[in-house]
């Protein structure tokens, strides 16, 4: 997978997200911080909708060869950057959460998010990883077997739906740890 997304884009798809928390955390300044941790969020949730929203309906339409011609390029760079990106944005908000004192006294919408980035980490590495590493598999296959793939497409693209409801959930407890619940 990492030839097919090209070595380069690989190393920086891992390299970026996980760093860039560390050296937030490093500096002790709750605004880079909380930059971070928007900046990778904010790049979760979009790719999230993109996917659950467009992506994946269009890729449901396309002839056999377009399908397989956009996967090749598309699956297995988006499998390398979405899970560092996700383990990123977590790590972010819990050592943003710890910069700003929050766990000293933790509220119920701490909890909820830390539950439901749980949850969102279980997803990501779990199934819809195992349905992307299967497209790939199809893709690379010397002779792709059009409906396997079609059915972790769309298999994928309902999970999708459910990481989207998780992210605006966890949007909403965001939301209710500004306002101190």
Do not use: C, Q
């Not at 090209?6 to 911080?33: E, H, K, Q, W």
């Not at 944005?89 to 909820?112: D, E, F, K, R």
């Amino acid at each position: 997978m990492t030839d097919a997304a090209s070595r380069p884009f690989t190393a920086g798809a891992v390299a970026v997200p996980l760093v860039l928390p560390v050296l937030g955390y490093l500096s002790n300044d709750v605004r880079i911080m909380f930059t971070v941790h928007l900046f990778l969020g904010a790049f979760w949730f979009g790719t999230a909708v993109l996917g659950a929203v467009v992506l994946g309906p269009v890729m449901g339409s396309l002839s056999e060869e377009a399908n397989v011609e956009f996967a090749e390029g598309f699956v297995p760079k988006m499998n390398l950057l979405m899970e560092p990106v996700s383990v990123g944005a977590i790590g972010s908000g819990i050592g943003l959460a710890s910069m700003l004192g929050l766990w000293a006294s933790p509220t119920p919408s701490l909890w909820a998010a830390l539950a439901i980035a749980i949850a969102l980490l279980v997803l990501g590495f779990g199934p819809l990883h195992k349905f992307t590493a299967g497209m790939f598999d199809e893709i690379a296959a010397d002779e792709t077997d059009h409906e396997r793939l079609a059915t972790l497409n769309k298999k994928y693209g309902m999970l999708s739906l459910v990481e989207l409801v998780l992210m605006i959930a966890i949007v909403a407890t965001m939301s209710g740890l500004r306002w101190g619940f």
